[in-house]
C-alpha cells in the first residue's frame, strides 16, 4: 500500500506564506514525477506545479515568481512553498506522485487526500 500526506495548509492573510509538505509511504521502489494540484470551489483540479526526480519543474502561470516546488528525494517528499498569497490562491491542494511500488510493476499515479488552503482578502 502506498500513501501521501499532505500537511501545511490553513488559513491566511493575502500577501502571506504557507508551506505545503507531501509525504510519500509504504511500498515505494522508485518516484518520477511528484506534482501539486488545486481545485477551487466549483472548478475543476489543476496542475500547480511539478517537479520531476532530477528537479527540473514546471509551474503554472498564475503561481511563478510567487510559488516554489521541490523535493528531498531520501524522504520521499514534496514541498510547496507558497509566498505572496492571493483570495484566488485559495482551494483544496492535492499532491499526486508518478511512481513504482516494486522493479517489476508499471509507473502508477497516486493521490493524497489534499490539504484546504483559505487566502482571505
Known amino acids: 500500500q502506498v500513501q501521501l500526506v499532505e500537511s501545511g495548509g490553513g488559513l491566511v492573510q493575502a500577501g502571506g506564506s504557507l508551506r505545503l509538505s507531501c509525504a510519500a509511504s509504504g511500498s515505494i521502489f522508485d518516484i518520477n514525477t511528484m506534482r501539486w494540484y488545486c481545485q477551487a470551489p466549483g472548478k475543476q483540479r489543476e496542475l500547480v506545479a511539478s517537479i520531476t526526480k532530477g528537479g527540473s519543474t514546471i509551474y503554472q502561470d498564475s503561481v511563478k515568481g510567487r510559488f516554489t516546488i521541490s523535493r528531498d528525494n531520501a524522504k520521499n517528499t514534496v514541498y510547496l512553498q507558497m509566498n505572496s498569497l492571493k483570495p484566488e490562491d485559495t482551494g483544496v491542494y492535492y499532491c499526486?506522485?508518478?511512481?513504482?511500488?516494486?522493479?517489476?510493476?508499471?509507473?502508477?499515479?497516486?493521490w493524497g487526500q489534499g490539504t484546504q488552503v483559505t487566502v482571505s482578502s
Open positions: 499526486n506522485a508518478v511512481l513504482m511500488t516494486s522493479f517489476r510493476s508499471n509507473w502508477s499515479n497516486y
